[in-house]
């Protein structure tokens, strides 16, 4: 599975909550994976919008001005015209009994009418689908604020700081790893657990953080990380999973230096997370 980033260098500002701008993003790019079970490419495209006139669409009105669009594009099955308009509705759900809840593109479309934004999906069986997000440009008050605070010294990552992600998951791999690296850290990527510890034999490798998933396939995350220390003690370690915490206790035991962050999080949650093992 590829994931394909395109951004226009020049959007306009919008307003909304990022946690909650994360998690559609999130719903969107794991729904777009799911509709592709051979693999395939997921596109995120950003552009700046400009509407000219009213555009009626869906029961939507979207009024003249100036928007950030936000595309996420798959090649997968797509989905059949008569259940495009219910895609949005609680509960409704193309995939088998046990596979979803129904609730992911819902809980997309409440918070993106929130924001005052508005969601499209095109779609075609067999080709694939588009979900098309626009975003009402914010515009700034001419009242003067005062000047945000620096940030502590001690909030960013030490110079040249190494985090080893290990995620069985592509998109969700591909999210955590820009997130820290636009925080400076330095991302080594590995899809499984026996794939980190074969990128550990490299001596002069540092790593200073570990970040994985509990429940892989094949060695799941306690274990690996129990050989890894006893080849580079002291290395700090954050688990993530959806499971619950209290799941994970018996195997912490003998895991020194580890803290659990509980899935979905939000990519802030995920590099201060990272951050605060450091510090």
Not at 64 to 77: E, H, N, W
Not at 108 to 135: A, N, P, R
Not at 169 to 180: H, K, S, T, Y
Not at 204 to 225: A, C, I, N, Q, Y
Request: proline share 7%.
């Amino acid at each position: 599975m590829n994931l394909k980033l395109s951004h226009d260098p020049v959007l306009p500002p919008i307003r909304g909550d990022r946690r909650q701008l994360e998690q559609v993003m999130m719903n969107l790019v794991v729904n777009a994976r799911d509709a592709m079970p051979d693999g395939g490419e997921i596109e995120i495209e950003t552009s700046r919008c400009v509407v000219h006139e009213v555009l009626v669409r869906d029961r939507a009105r979207v009024e003249p001005g100036l928007y950030a669009s936000v595309k996420v594009i798959d090649r997968g099955s797509g989905i059949p015209q008569d259940k495009l308009q219910k895609v949005f509705e609680p509960f409704f759900t193309t995939k088998r009994t046990g596979e979803g809840t129904g609730l992911g593109l819902s809980t997309v479309y409440g918070i993106v009418k929130q924001t005052g934004g508005f969601i499209f999906v095109d779609s075609v069986v067999g080709e694939g689908s588009c979900f098309t997000l626009l975003f009402p440009a914010h515009e700034e008050t001419s009242v003067a604020e005062p000047a945000a605070p620096e940030p502590a010294r001690d909030s960013a990552p030490r110079q040249g700081s190494v985090v080893l992600l290990v995620e069985d998951e592509a998109p969700v791999r591909a999210f955590a790893a820009r997130a820290l690296r636009l925080r400076g850290f330095t991302v080594i990527e590995a899809e499984t657990a026996e794939q980190a510890l074969e990128v550990l034999q490299d001596p002069e490798l540092k790593v200073d953080v570990f970040v994985t998933d509990v429940v892989m396939p094949g060695m799941d995350g306690p274990s690996w990380v129990r050989h890894a220390l006893e080849m580079r003690p002291g290395t700090r370690v954050v688990f993530v999973s959806g499971y619950a915490e209290e799941s994970l206790d018996k195997s912490r035991v003998a895991v020194p230096n580890s803290v659990f962050l509980p899935k979905p999080f939000s990519l802030t949650e995920l590099t201060e997370t990272v951050q605060q093992q450091l510090a």
